[in-house]
C-alpha cells in the first residue's frame, strides 16, 4: 500500500551496522529495507582520478564482504552494485518504489555533491531523505553555528569551539533484524561483493599485502584489543610513540577503520571518556589520544569550511609558494615514490607505505617534509596524490591538511624546524633495524652506517654487500645544502605573501 515504507540504505563510507542511525531507523520503521552499496568505477573516488592501489581496495572488498555477513545475521544481505551512483541508483530506486532513502552525510567536496544530486532524485521521486551526519564526532553544521560559520583555523581555537558543544551525540544501537530481501525482486540482477580480479588488479604477492584487514568486525576487535591495558591508553601521548616500530606498531592503527567508517569515532570516543575515568590520570590534548580525535576533527571542519582545500591555489589557508614544477623536480617526485632517494630512512618508509598501506605519524612526517620544504622542493599536492593513492586509510580531509602542514603551507609555519633524514630515524632506531627490513639492500651494513651508507669506506660497503650508486642509490640531494636553500626560498615566499596580502581581519565574522 501506499503508506508501507521501503527503505534504501546507501552505504558509501559508514561501512557498519553499529552507530548507524539511517540503517537503525529503516530497521525500526520500513516494511522493506534495501542495503546497498555501490561501487564506482574508481573504487574509492579520489578528487586526483587516481586509480587507487590494490591494498586500499583490498580493504574496501573485505569490508563489504565483513557488512554482507553482518547483514546477513540481522536478516538481510548487502547489494552490491558496480557504477557510478548518479547512474544506477534512480533507476534502483524507481524499481523498488522506494519511499524512503537514508545515507550518511559527507564533508567531502566530491561525495557531498554526489550526497545532495541523490537527495534530489530521491525528492523527484517523491521520497523523504534521512542524511545523519555520523562519520565525525559532531556534525560540521553544527560545529559551523556555534562558530558563527567562523570556522577556526587553529588547533587551539578548535579546542575551544568543541568545549562549548558538550559531549557528541550518543552512539545508535545496532538494529535488532532487517526484513528479508526477497529473492525475486534483487537475486536474478545484482551479484555480490567482488573480488580485486573483477576490479581489474593483480592480486598482491604476500610481501605487498597490507597485514591491516578490513571490516567492522575486525575494527571492534582491533579497538577491543587496543583498550585492554586501560593505563597504556589513558596515559597515550603521541610523540612518545615511535615510528620505527613496525612489528607492533605504538599508535592504535585504527585509522583505516576510521576512514571508511567500520569504526564509529563516537564509539571510539565513549571508550576513551571510559578509560579516562577508570584510569582517574590522562593525558590531554594535543597529545593524548582524545586530542588524535580532536586533530580528526578539527581537519575535517576545516575541509568542510575552506574552499578548494585539496589544492595550493584558491585555498584561503592555504601559503602560495612556487614549488619545482619542472622536468628535475619529477624526477626527484620519482625517487621519492619509489623509494630511490638515497637516504635510507626516507626510502624505508616508502617502503613501508607501499607494502602496508600505512606508516606510523612521524614516517609520514618525514617523508612528507622531505618531500617539500625539507629537502625536494616538490609540491604538497604531489605527495599528496601517492599518499592518497598507496594508504589504506588515505582520507581527503585528513591527508590535505596534514600535507599543507608539513609543508608548512598551512596550520604550522616554523619553517627553520626541518627533520633531517638522518638524524630523525636514527634517534628511535639506531642500529636501523626498520631499514634492514624494508631496504633488503642495506641489510648488512654496519650500523654507523646505515643512515649514511655513502660515507662507508668502500671495503665496508664491500664487506656488507652494498655499493653505494649500485645495489642502493647515491643520496638525490645533499640534505644539508638542499634544506638551508629551501629555508630561504620558504622565507622569501612568507615574505612575499605578507608584501602582498592586507593583514588578517581580527575576528572577522562571516554571515552564512
Ligand atoms: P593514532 O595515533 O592511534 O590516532 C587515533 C586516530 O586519531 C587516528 O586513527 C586518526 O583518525 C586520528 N589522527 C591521528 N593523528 C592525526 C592527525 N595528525 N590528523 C588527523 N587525524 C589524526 N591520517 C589518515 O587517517 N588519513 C590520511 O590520509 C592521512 N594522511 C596524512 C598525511 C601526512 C603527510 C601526515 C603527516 C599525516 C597523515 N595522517 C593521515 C594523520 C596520521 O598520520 C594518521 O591518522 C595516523 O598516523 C594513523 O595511525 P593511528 O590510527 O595509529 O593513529
Redesign the pocket.
Known amino acids: 500500500g501506499p503508506l508501507r515504507k521501503r527503505s534504501l540504505v546507501w552505504f558509501r563510507k559508514g561501512l557498519r551496522v553499529h552507530d548507524n542511525p539511517a540503517l537503525l531507523e529503516a530497521s525500526q520503521s520500513a516494511a522493506e529495507v534495501y542495503p546497498v552499496f555501490v561501487l564506482d568505477p574508481s573504487i574509492d573516488p579520489t578528487e586526483d582520478g587516481v586509480k587507487i592501489g590494490a591494498n586500499r581496495a583490498q580493504f574496501l572488498l573485505e569490508s563489504l564482504e565483513d557488512l554482507d555477513q553482518s547483514l546477513k545475521k540481522l536478516g538481510s544481505h548487502l547489494i552490491c552494485i558496480r557504477g557510478r551512483p548518479e547512474d544506477v541508483l534512480p533507476p534502483l530506486m524507481r524499481e523498488l518504489d522506494i519511499n524512503h532513502l537514508g545515507f550518511e552525510f559527507d564533508t567531502e567536496p566530491y561525495w557531498k555533491a554526489q550526497g545532495e544530486k541523490m537527495a534530489k532524485e530521491a525528492e523527484n521521486l517523491g521520497a523523504r531523505v534521512h542524511c545523519p551526519a555520523t562519520h565525525t564526532l559532531y556534525d560540521p553544521e553544527h560545529l559551523m553555528a556555534k562558530c558563527m560559520m567562523d570556522a577556526p583555523k587553529s588547533y587551539g581555537q578548535f579546542l575551544k569551539l568543541v568545549a562549548k558543544c558538550g559531549s557528541p551525540p550518543a552512539v545508535a544501537s545496532a538494529p535488532e533484524s532487517l526484513p528479508q530481501i526477497s529473492k525475486d525482486v534483487l537475486g536474478r540482477k545484482h551479484s555480490g561483493v567482488p573480488t580485486l580480479r573483477d576490479l581489474g588488479y593483480e592480486p598482491l604477492p604476500a610481501s605487498e599485502r597490507t597485514p591491516f584487514p578490513g571490516g567492522e568486525t575486525e575494527a571492534l576487535r582491533r579497538l577491543e584489543d ?1 583498550f585492554r591495558d586501560t593505563r597504556r591508553i589513558a596515559l ?1 601521548e ?1 610523540p612518545k ?1 615511535s615510528p620505527t616500530d613496525f612489528e607492533t ?1 605504538s ?9 571508511f567508517g567500520c569504526l564509529s ?1 563516537r564509539v ?1 570516543y565513549f571508550k576513551l571518556k571510559e578509560a579516562y575515568r577508570k584510569n582517574g590520570k590522562h593525558a590531554d590534548p594535543p597529545v593524548s ?1 582524545l586530542g ?2 580532536y ?2 576533527e ?2 575535517y571542519l576545516c575541509g568542510y569550511a575552506f574552499p578548494n582545500f585539496g589544492k595550493m591555489e584558491g585555498n584561503p589557508i592555504c601559503r602560495q609558494i612556487p614549488w619545482d614544477h619542472s622536468e628535475g623536480g619529477k624526477e626527484k617526485l620519482r625517487a621519492w615514490e619509489s623509494a630511490q632517494t638515497g637516504y635510507p630512512f626516507i626510502d624505508a618508509a616508502m617502503t613501508q607505505l607501499r607494502q602496508q598501506g ?5 614516517a ?2 618525514a ?2 617534509c622531505f618531500l617539500t620544504r625539507g629537502d625536494l622542493w616538490v609540491s ?1 599536492e604531489e ?2 596524490k601517492v ?2 593513492k598507496l ?1 589504506i ?7 590535505n ?3 599543507m ?2 609543508s608548512c603551507s598551512s596550520f604550522f609555519y616554523q619553517y627553520f624546524r626541518c627533520y633531517s633524514p638522518v638524524a630523525f630515524g636514527r634517534k628511535y632506531d639506531p642500529s636501523g633495524k626498520y631499514i634492514r627490513n624494508f631496504v633488503p639492500a642495506l641489510r648488512k651494513m654496519p650500523k654507523q652506517y646505515i643512515y649514511e651508507p655513502w660515507k662507508a669506506p668502500l671495503s665496508v660497503q664491500e664487506a656488507a654487500g652494498c655499493i653505494v650508486g649500485v645495489d642502493y642509490p647515491m643520496p638525490v640531494c645533499d640534505h644539508a645544502v638542499a634544506s638551508k636553500e629551501n629555508m630561504s626560498k620558504m622565507a622569501a615566499a612568507y615574505k612575499k605573501a605578507k608584501s602582498e596580502s592586507p593583514p588578517p581581519k581580527k575576528k572577522a565574522k562571516k554571515a552564512k
Open positions: 587496543q597515550f603521541k610513540t606498531p599508535t592504535t592503527v585504527l585509522s583505516p577503520y576510521l576512514k569515532s571510539f589520544l588524535q580525535l586533530w580528526r578539527f581537519f600505512w606508516l606510523h605519524h612521524l609520514r612526517h617523508v612528507a604538497w605527495g599528496r599518499f592518497d594508504l586509510d588515505a582520507d581527503w580531509s585528513l591527508n591538511a596534514n600535507w602542514w608539513l
